[in-house]
């Protein structure tokens, strides 16, 4: 049957879809206005399959609130150019991923046809790659921030010891902060006690196998260990929140700003109960 323009349009207005694309699935379904959106869906699978090998590295991470501010979720979404990551249909679609994940949704299988659909418009490898709500556990406060445009996204909790510190203005300003810090510092734990003694010990054997190549053996061995006791401090101070310099602050680190913050509103101690940093394609 003969396709016209105004069927074109209707289906276009309906996916987005290139006006070619329209036209295609149009005259493969008979002018099936349901069956040519199938089949668009489809195609945009079919498109993805092919290009399963292309490197995903651009895209966005994306984060949604809940309005009382007790939950919160990150998602991250990636495509292969950084011109798709700036489309409306992209931005939006991740918007969209990253609200599913607040509701504690699956997000390819509840936003399905919606992925489909933006496999169509963008023909690039699109990802649903990770997402992470936080649910506020007992007395504390979240915050959430997005860094260089959605190119990292950070999400924290703190906790206070009662529900008047939790509600002060310096303690949301407070997370703010170490939202800040984590996104420019990029912490992987909070404390020394949470690092893996296997990632100390493998830390260790790399440091000690370069001192040894610069002096041509090592230490004796009452002397090493005190070696290795300052290396495996200084490696727990570079990856451990607490243990690294605020980054507001280099004369202090994160715990010892927290401690003051503890002072100012009244209510000690002030504990960071858990973070996530997703950073772009890493």
Do not use: W
């Amino acid at each position: 049957m003969a396709i016209t323009i105004e069927q074109i349009k209707e289906l276009r207005e309906a996916t987005a879809a290139g006006m070619g694309a329209c036209k295609e699935a149009l005259a493969a379904t008979d002018g099936n206005m349901e069956e040519a959106i199938k089949y668009l869906r489809e195609k945009g699978l079919a498109v993805a399959a092919k290009r399963v090998d292309k490197e995903s590295k651009q895209g966005i991470v994306a984060l949604a609130e809940a309005e009382d501010k007790k939950s919160m979720a990150l998602a991250e979404i990636n495509c292969e150019t950084d011109f798709v990551a700036k489309t409306e249909a992209f931005v939006k679609f991740t918007a969209d991923a990253a609200k599913t994940a607040l509701e504690g949704k699956d997000i390819e299988q509840t936003l399905g046809d919606d992925y489909k659909m933006l496999l169509t418009k963008t023909g690039e490898n699109v990802k649903i790659r990770r997402s992470e709500r936080f649910q506020l556990e007992g007395t504390g406060v979240l915050s959430g921030y997005i860094h260089m445009g959605g190119k990292i996204g950070v999400m924290v909790e703190l906790g206070v010891p009662t529900c008047e510190c939790a509600a002060s203005p310096l303690l949301a300003e407070a997370a703010h902060m170490v939202c800040l810090h984590i996104a420019a510092n990029a912490p992987k734990y909070i404390q020394p006690a949470d690092v893996p003694q296997k990632e100390i010990d493998d830390e260790l054997e790399v440091k000690l196998a370069a001192l040894k190549e610069q002096k041509g053996k090592l230490p004796p061995e009452q002397a090493l260990a005190g070696i290795k006791k300052g290396m495996a401090a200084k490696f727990c101070t570079q990856i451990c929140l607490l243990k690294q310099p605020y980054v507001a602050d280099g004369d202090i680190t994160v715990e010892q700003y927290l401690a003051n913050v503890a002072k100012e509103c009244g209510c000690s101690p002030v504990t960071v109960k858990r973070f996530v940093r997703m950073q772009l394609g890493a």
